[in-house]
Every structure is written in C-alpha cells, then in structure tokens.
C-alpha cells in the first residue's frame, strides 16, 4: 500500500512524527544489526528513556528481550508474541521486517504493554472460580472424605449448625493436620448459607496455646478491664469481637482454668471481662477444638456440656488408600490450578507409579497439613522454574519420581524399623532402596541418595537390605 501525503504537510516527515508520537502503541525501528534508527514517545517511556537518546543505541539495551531479535535473526514477521520482562511487565508485541529496494534492511515492532490487563483477567479468573464455589449449596462436598471417613463428622458439623432448636456449641478433636480448622471454616460458610448467621458476621480464629501462659490467653479471649491489675486496660475480648458470629478457639484447653469462663459464656451467652463486674451479653456460636485428650483436659463440666457435640476427625492414617489418592489428586489440582491462574501455564502432573506407592503409604506425623507440604516440594523438584520456560511454552509435562520426594520424617519414622531388621514385611523404605537399586545406583551411592533426603543408613546395612530382598 502506498500512503500519499500532500507535500506541503510532509515536509520533514513531520505529519508521521506527530502521529507516531501520539499513538499509545510503542514504536521502535531497528537497523539490520539492531540498531535503534527510531523510537517513539511511548516506547521510551516504557524503559523511562528519551526517544534522542536511544537512537544509535542496539535495542537489547533497553528491550533485552525485544521480539525485534527474533525478526532480524528469521528476516519474517512475528505477530502477538506476549514477552514478560524481567521486571514483570507483559508486553504483547508485532513485528515485521524492513525491506528497502528489496534488500533486508531491519525491522519495525508496535507493542501494548498488557501488564494490568493480565493481572485484572487473572483476578478475574479467580473470582469466577471463587463465585463458582460458594454457589454450591453444600460446602462440605468439596471436603474429601465427607461420605467416607468424615461422615460422622460432617454430619455433626451440620447438626451443630442447623438444627431445629437452634445451634449449638460444639468441639472438634483430632490431631494437627487432620483438617479441624478447615471443618470450623466450612461451619461456618454452612451457618450462612442456612442464615443462622448474617452474611459477613465475624468469624474470629483465635489459637489458645500461642500464648504464654493461660492468663494471657484468657485475657485475650474475654478482655479486661481497667484497673483489674497493673497494667491492665480496658479491652474488650475475642468474645466480643466475635459478636453475632462465630469464635473458633483452637487449642480452647489452654484456657487453664479460665475454662470455667468460657463455659459460663457458653450456658448464658454472657462474658464478664477479666477484673470487670459487668456482664454483656453476646450472641456468638462457639467452636472448639484440642489436638489433645479432652476428658482430661478439659474441666469436667465443659467436657460434658460440648462432648454431645464432639466431632472427630481421624488420622490421615486412618484413612483409606482411596481417600488418601483423592487427596493427592487434589492437591496436584491445586497445584496446577495456582499455576494456571499464576502463568498461564497448563502443567501436567504425573507420579510416576513407585513414587505414588511410596507417597500414599508413607507416615505423616502432621497429617494433611505434611501431606500436602510433601506433595508441594515434590512437584517443585520436578517442575522447571518459571524463569526457565519460554514464553510461547504453554503446556508443560511434570513428572515426579521418587528422587523429587523430601520427607523430613523419614529420619523418625524408619529408625526404630531399622534397628529391629527382621519384620520381614516390604517397607516403604526397602521400595526405595530397591527403586535406586534398579537404576543401576550401588550400596555407596543409594546411602548418600538416602542421605540427601535425611536417611541416615550405613553403606553395609543397605547391602545387607539388598541381599535380604534376593533371598525372599
Ligand atoms: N478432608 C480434607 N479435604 C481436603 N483438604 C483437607 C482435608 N483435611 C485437611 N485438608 C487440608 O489440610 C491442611 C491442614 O488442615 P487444617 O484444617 O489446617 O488442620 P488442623 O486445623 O487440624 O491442624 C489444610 O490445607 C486443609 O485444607
Ligand atoms: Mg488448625
């Protein structure tokens, strides 16, 4: 196509100059060697330089990764190429390469910097997700195990919330990581959506054994008032703040023998702060929760008063295999998930079929929480940074062995196996000796493979392993 422009308005170019200047599109023109014969105002203000001083300059200096390369190098164009630069800013750039007479003579890109548009859809995105979830109706679905071993529990979660006469106060017991802070969380959505509580009422965590001791934890929970003792102001408590919602005190065994508080507040929906006389009244659902044995922790007369309510949640131990694959498998969901949202990038994540095994039947003495923290690591260790992947590459393949596992316990967990050798019974253990074993690696080798992943074992004891799993 061939532009005509009046002379009388050309002269020198300027009618282009004015138009390249107040396009809001980057402008940047580069000789065959990359040199920059011409940038806009945009394009300048991009990298915060002024368009004189860039000319003459080679390109990389303020685009290191200008799609400009790419033009020189192929001498063809290149069309909504999306470049991130180091700095984080997302550029979706076009290219086409300059032809004078015929003679290749450079290139010209036009760029929008799509930095903001990138994170608002992203935000997007997961607002969707986040709409798409509290539309559905029952909040325990997505709980896994609520048919299986969480049955009872979800059940009484749900009764505690929505029964007739009213909802109850109730305890959750279970080890760390078996899920009690989510269960309280989703109580809560539950009480909600059922309006047993007004949308965007309170819900105040508060985790009992942070404290010092059992004073200052009650002081917390219940508040003071001036001038109860030295020092003290007057502050109204988590009680309080909770007012017309939910309090979830974690570890409420804590509270020492300001329990008796707490069971006062629970049978007459009244609080007196720590040192006060008055008594307010407060409208609040309680939920606790111990990691520890309750009937001896708790005083007798809260024991009794919650124990009607007690949901239990059990160890991810206790769990079947199914249950625990199901958790895998939603874990990695999420991990892909998050590196969609993140990247854009569609990961692909496959265990391979030992280290699944050795996974799903290892020990994990904190539960989901490490679970899913080992779960984590692993597909860290076998996906490729994001700095390392092109930008074009959007579908990325992970695959995890059993090298990418990091378990911190194995070190606790094996010992005492180790020392009385003859169980006899394959451990997860002797799967890995035998999985290294496999891949041609000797007794020296696998010893400081099992090192690195903080398995302690002697050259000798692994031959001797070795030898053993021939003989059966
Ligand atoms: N049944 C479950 N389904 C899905 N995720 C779970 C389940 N139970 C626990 N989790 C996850 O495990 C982690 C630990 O759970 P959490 O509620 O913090 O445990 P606790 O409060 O008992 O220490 C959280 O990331 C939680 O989302
Ligand atoms: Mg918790």
């Known amino acids: 196509?061939?532009?005509?422009?009046?002379?009388?308005?050309?002269?020198?170019?300027?009618?282009?100059?004015?138009?390249?200047?107040?396009?809001?599109?980057?402008?940047?023109?580069?000789?065959?060697?990359?040199?920059?014969?011409?940038?806009?105002?945009?394009?300048?203000?991009?990298?915060?330089?002024?368009?004189?001083?860039?000319?003459?300059?080679?390109?990389?200096?303020?685009?290191?990764?200008?799609?400009?390369?790419?033009?020189?190098?192929?001498?063809?164009?290149?069309?909504?190429?999306?470049?991130?630069h180091d700095e984080g800013r997302v550029f979706i750039?076009?290219?086409?390469?300059?032809?004078?007479?015929?003679?290749?003579s450079g290139g010209v890109a036009t760029f929008r910097d799509i930095t903001e548009i990138e994170r608002l859809s992203k935000r997007l995105e997961s607002l969707e997700l986040e709409l798409a979830q509290s539309k559905m109706h029952d909040v325990f679905e997505t709980i896994i195990g609520n048919d299986g071993s969480l049955?009872?529990?979800?059940?009484?979660?749900?009764?505690?919330?929505?029964?007739?006469?009213?909802?109850?106060?109730?305890?959750?017991?279970?080890?760390?990581?078996?899920?009690?802070?989510?269960?309280?969380?989703?109580?809560?959505?539950?009480?909600?959506?059922?309006?047993?509580?007004?949308?965007?009422?309170?819900?105040?965590?508060?985790?009992?054994a942070q404290f010092t001791n059992s004073d200052i934890a009650a002081m917390e929970v219940f508040g003071t008032e001036k001038g109860s003792f030295t020092g003290a102001h007057e502050k109204p408590g988590l009680v309080e703040g909770a007012d017309g919602g939910i309090l979830f005190l974690d570890e409420a065994h804590a509270l020492g023998t300001h329990q008796t508080m707490l069971l006062k507040v629970i049978e007459s929906g009244l609080v007196r702060r720590i040192g006060g006389r008055k008594e307010r009244e407060v409208d609040i659902l309680i939920i606790t929760a111990s990691s520890k044995n309750l009937k001896e922790e708790f005083i007798p007369e809260l024991y009794q008063r919650l124990a009607q309510y007690l949901i239990e949640l059990p160890p991810l131990s206790a769990r079947s295999l199914e249950e625990k694959e199901k958790l895998l498998e939603f874990f990695v969901n999420l991990y892909q998930a998050s590196a969609k949202s993140r990247y854009g990038i569609n990961l692909k994540i496959i265990f391979t079929e030992t280290a699944k095994n050795i996974l799903l039947k290892a020990k994990y003495e904190r539960n989901i929480r490490q679970f899913r923290d080992v779960i984590n690591v692993a597909i860290d260790a076998a996906a490729p940074l994001v700095s390392n992947i092109g930008n074009d590459i959007k579908d990325i393949k992970v695959l995890v062995d059993v090298e990418h596992l990091h378990f911190k316990m194995f070190e606790e967990e094996y010992s005492p196996e180790i020392k009385q050798d003859n169980s006899g019974q394959a451990s997860t253990l002797d799967e890995l000796i035998k999985d290294l074993n496999f891949k041609g690696l000797g007794p020296r080798k696998i010893a400081s493979e099992l090192k690195k992943k903080g398995i302690h074992l002697e050259y000798y004891q692994i031959a001797y392993r070795l030898k053993k799993y021939k003989m059966i």
């Open 93 to 104: 750039v076009n290219g086409i390469p300059l032809f004078i007479n015929g003679i290749f």
């Open 1 to 84: 196509m061939r532009v005509v422009v009046n002379d009388k308005f050309n002269s020198n170019g300027e009618i282009f100059h004015t138009i390249l200047g107040a396009l809001r599109e980057g402008v940047n023109v580069v000789d065959s060697k990359g040199i920059i014969i011409y940038s806009n105002k945009s394009s300048a203000d991009y990298v915060k330089a002024n368009m004189e001083e860039m000319v003459g300059q080679h390109i990389t200096k303020y685009y290191q990764k200008a799609a400009l390369l790419e033009v020189l190098e192929t001498q063809r164009p290149v069309y909504d190429k999306k470049i991130i």
């Open 151 to 208: 049955k009872d529990a979800v059940n009484k979660a749900k009764r505690s919330i929505a029964s007739l006469g009213g909802p109850r106060h109730c305890v959750i017991v279970g080890e760390t990581g078996t899920g009690k802070t989510m269960i309280a969380k989703a109580m809560y959505s539950f009480a909600e959506r059922m309006g047993v509580i007004k949308p965007g009422s309170p819900f105040i965590e508060v985790n009992c």
